[in-house]
């Protein structure tokens, strides 16, 4: 069966920390992996990751793949409040004709001022 | 530019009572489509998806159904809800690749059986 597995679950942390959260996968016809944002109500998209070790990186947030461990990190330095979401690690999986992308249960990160 | 649209945004339906919610893109053709349900404060657990017109494929076992009857519209629907089907449902879709791409999110709508 295929999965997306986040660490934490849940995290807490001051404003101007560093947090870096994790997204371990298992899928069968890995193609990519992507890192969502949610707010209230649409997820909206951070990063899309198909090569390992090439970090892509937005303003303080990075990201990067390992394929041969099978995990991604979200990293974001120098955390405001508005950092507060769920964020969410998916993998789009499947042969040619039939790609799914299956969500892990993401982490809920808040910012305290 | 594509757009996505789902409505209603919010329902409110009692027990044993059908269900019926839409989903359409604009601007694309021949996109994925996907119905996800995300229970309070978790991630996102996919429904269906469906990678042509009457192509629908189930990941769940449950009291759901999906249709796809165009090419761009997706619909999700229930005979008899049960109170277990609260919760925020979203629809997505996404450009079959080449390179796999991003999926791009309605805005959602929250339902809760009573």
């Known amino acids: 069966e295929d999965k997306v597995v986040q660490s934490p679950l849940s995290l807490v942390v001051h404003e101007g920390d560093t947090v870096t959260l994790n997204c371990s996968y298992e899928v069968t016809n890995f193609r990519s992996l992507l890192w969502y944002k949610q707010e209230k109500k649409a997820p909206t998209f951070l990063f899309m990751l198909t090569s390992s070790g090439i970090e892509k990186k937005s303003g303080r947030l990075s990201s990067i793949l390992d394929k041969k461990e099978l995990f991604s990190i979200l990293n974001i330095t120098a955390t405001q409040t508005g950092d507060s979401a769920i964020y969410l690690c998916a993998v789009e999986e499947g042969i040619q004709g039939a790609q799914k992308l299956v969500f892990g249960q993401g982490t809920r990160l808040t910012i305290n001022p | 530019s594509q757009t996505i649209h789902q409505w209603p945004a919010t329902l409110v339906q009692p027990v044993g009572s059908p269900l019926s919610l839409e989903c359409t893109v604009e601007g694309t053709s021949n996109p994925n489509l996907y119905w996800y349900r995300q229970a309070a404060g978790r991630g996102l657990q996919l429904l269906f998806y469906?990678?042509?017109?009457?192509?629908i494929s189930s990941e769940v076992p449950q009291n759901l159904s999906a249709s796809r009857p165009q090419d761009r519209q997706f619909i999700l629907s229930s005979k008899k809800l049960l109170l277990s089907d609260s919760g925020f449902y979203l629809c997505?879709?996404?450009?079959?690749?080449?390179?796999?791409?991003?999926?791009?999110f309605g805005q959602g709508t929250r339902l809760t059986v009573v």
């Open positions: 469906s990678v042509g017109i009457g192509q």
């Open positions: 997505a879709w996404s450009q079959p690749p080449i390179l796999a791409t991003e999926a791009f």
